[in-house]
């Protein structure tokens, strides 16, 4: 009794998309930004194919916004932003790919990717530190809180 490897039934829609980074953040003031890279993996068996839509394709220049994927490889996606300007800070624009098997027309999976324009990154990295001190104090209070009366003064008589 010879067991035949079938291929599993393939349900448009249905198939995991692999991509890196699942959000692009362009900054104004940062040149560097302004070119990213998606990178589409396709860990399976088959070849893909795959097709890049975006939300405002006036905005955003894509390299190779269809094309193929080996099994087992990636392809890399360049995606430049090229409308910076102050009106587009903040919007959150979305990149859809999708993939289907070589020889199919149907879309077997998609993954969507969001990208902001923020106006600076030092502004951002700033947000995020205050951010991440408000956290550790608001833990730290929340710690303290929870002790019971007695061993707050031990603590405090302690430090």
């Known amino acids: 009794m010879h067991q035949q490897k079938r291929q599993p039934e393939l349900v448009e829609g249905n ?10 953040i362009f900054y104004a003031d940062d040149q560097s930004t302004h ?6 993996y396709n860990p399976y ?10 939300t405002t394709p006036n905005k955003y220049v ?5 094309g193929a994927v080996k099994p087992q490889c990636c ?7 090229r409308d910076v300007r102050s009106c587009h800070y903040g919007v959150i624009d ?7 098997e070589q020889s199919q027309r149907k879309a077997l999976g998609r993954k969507e990717v969001v990208a902001t324009l923020l106006p600076s ?5 700033k947000e995020e530190e205050e951010k991440r001190i ?3 104090l608001t833990e730290s209070l929340f710690f303290e809180q929870s002790l019971q009366p007695g061993l707050l003064t031990m603590a405090i008589l302690r430090t």
């Open 62 to 66: 894509v390299v190779d916004a269809a």
């Open 75 to 81: 392809v890399d996606i360049v995606i430049r932003h």
């Open 35 to 40: 070119k990213q890279v998606l990178t589409l």
């Open 45 to 54: 068996e088959f070849a893909l194919k795959f097709k890049v839509l975006c």
């Open 15 to 24: 198939l995991p998309v692999f991509v890196f980074p699942t959000e692009l």
């Open 121 to 125: 990154a030092k502004e951002q990295q």
């Open 94 to 100: 979305k990149f859809r790919l999708q993939v289907s």
């Open 134 to 136: 408000k956290e550790h």
